[in-house]
């Protein structure tokens, strides 16, 4: 008898793959699609890649292979008869997504329940994008399309095969980390320029919000870096930047609340302040520019200089951190986390919220962790000032 839970699996292929084929059958009303397979079809297919993995088990590996094989001439034979019948034909995508719906009812039988469901969304979301998609790729220009594949490069290509470890005397330089900086910088350039392309001066925004998850600090480089190039920018750049600083208080709550709930009562209050702080000068940052209707000069989304430059500063800024820790550790935890601080406020919050209450108090370690987080600020005030330009240095003083 089979049991409940197979059934479950065989109802999710079959869910996953009517919402594909509801896409599919949409964008054929709208005139987007050809007639290859629609809301019927799809979750068929969905149902046929969940049963050949359930004969595949039951009875012979070699009947999901079959199951493969026939789904792959299927899908080839459709494809050649529909664009020979069609003078109007152009592509493969609902072939494609046919074939891959096929494995997402695999994936369903066997209870990866999360990656179909995941794989399923994306898809359907990138099939029903395809309009935003085609019009994005027809106004690509040569510097964005260059931009991209050296983003890409340095991102996927140089970084993962950086060693993550530190060299010379204390180990003062790790490869990876300093790359890491580069390629953060770069990115919230990226997504920055993406962002202003498509919503024009709320873009720096967002991009504020976004890049303050990863590095708030990387951001206020990047925009400070932009306010040289666009001067009448320098408004909403300095929003920007307000709003990743106050993304990073709430992401020190975030950690400590994961490390230590105790140390994080504690925190909370000072935490909030700061946000509150940081939450009125961005509302009177904002009331300045919401009716600016500055235009914006997009140039290349791609700014490795400046990253290289900051880079280089985290790394001097992470060895004379490292001297600290290792000849002035009994000067006190003020120290340490001033100092680390100033290179990366999640380092030092991490840490003491691994040994708050243990080998130091809830009073010291929260005390260090706000520390730290000043001396971040000071930081990117300091980047702010000497290179920026002129009025952005004083909006952020």
């Given at each position: 008898m089979v049991e409940l839970v197979v059934v479950g699996n065989f109802l999710l292929a079959l869910a996953l793959g009517a919402l594909i084929g509801l896409e599919r059958e949409y964008a054929r009303y709208r005139k987007h699609a050809h007639d290859y397979a629609g809301i019927r079809t799809f979750p068929l297919i969905a149902l046929f890649g969940a049963l050949s993995a359930f004969l595949g088990e039951i009875v012979n590996p070699l009947i999901l292979v079959v199951g493969i094989l026939l789904m792959g001439a299927l899908i080839i034979l459709s494809y050649f008869v529909l664009s020979s019948g069609n003078k109007k034909f152009?592509?493969?995508?609902?072939?494609?997504?046919?074939?891959?719906?096929?494995?997402?009812?695999?994936?369903?039988?066997?209870?990866?329940?999360?990656?179909?469901?995941?794989?399923?969304?994306?898809?359907?979301?990138?099939?029903?994008?395809?309009?935003?998609?085609?019009?994005?790729?027809?106004?690509?220009?040569?510097?964005?399309?260059?931009?991209?594949?050296?983003f890409a490069v340095i991102a996927f290509v140089i970084l993962p095969f950086l060693p993550n470890q530190g060299y010379g005397p204390h180990q003062l330089f790790n490869p990876y980390l300093t790359w890491l900086m580069v390629v953060f910088i770069s990115g919230i350039s990226f997504v920055g320029y993406i962002l202003m392309k498509w919503f024009g001066e709320r873009g720096i925004q967002f991009a504020g919000l976004l890049g303050g998850l990863a590095s708030s600090t990387a951001v206020t480089l990047s925009f400070t870096e932009k306010s040289n190039q666009q001067s009448a920018l320098y408004k909403t750049l300095a929003l920007g930047v307000?709003?990743?600083?106050?993304?990073?208080?709430?992401?020190?709550?975030?950690?400590?609340?994961?490390?230590?709930?105790?140390?994080?009562?504690?925190?909370?209050?000072?935490?909030i302040i700061l946000m509150l702080v940081t939450g009125t000068f961005s509302y009177l940052m904002w009331k300045k520019v919401k009716n600016v209707n500055e235009k914006i000069e997009l140039k290349s989304p791609f700014t490795l200089k400046p990253a290289i430059k900051f880079a280089a500063i985290f790394a001097i800024v992470l060895a004379f951190l490292k001297l600290a820790e290792t000849h002035l550790s009994?000067?006190?935890?003020?120290?340490?986390?001033?100092?680390?601080?100033?290179?990366?406020?999640?380092?030092?919050?991490?840490?003491?919220?691994?040994?708050?209450?243990?080998?130091?108090?809830?009073?010291?370690?929260?005390?260090?962790?706000?520390?730290?987080?000043?001396?971040?600020?000071?930081?990117?005030?300091?980047?702010?000032?000497?290179?920026?330009?002129?009025?952005?240095?004083?909006?952020?003083?």
């Open positions: 152009h592509g493969a995508t609902s072939e494609v997504a046919g074939f891959l719906t096929f494995f997402i009812g695999v994936l369903s039988y066997f209870g990866e329940i999360q990656l179909a469901v995941l794989l399923t969304v994306i898809i359907t979301i990138i099939l029903y994008s395809r309009t935003m998609l085609h019009q994005f790729a027809q106004h690509l220009k040569k510097e964005e399309m260059r931009s991209t594949l050296l307000i709003l990743a600083n106050g993304v990073m208080f709430g992401r020190v709550l975030l950690e400590v609340f994961a490390l230590n709930r105790m140390l994080f009562i504690q925190l909370l209050f000072p935490m009994s000067q006190g935890v003020y120290l340490v986390s001033f100092l680390s601080g100033l290179a990366d406020a999640d380092a030092i919050t991490l840490s003491l919220a691994q040994i708050a209450g243990k080998s130091i108090s809830y009073e010291t370690a929260r005390n260090g962790i706000i520390t730290g987080v000043l001396a971040n600020i000071a930081l990117k005030g300091g980047l702010t000032l000497f290179l920026g330009e002129k009025t952005i240095r004083e909006k952020n003083d």
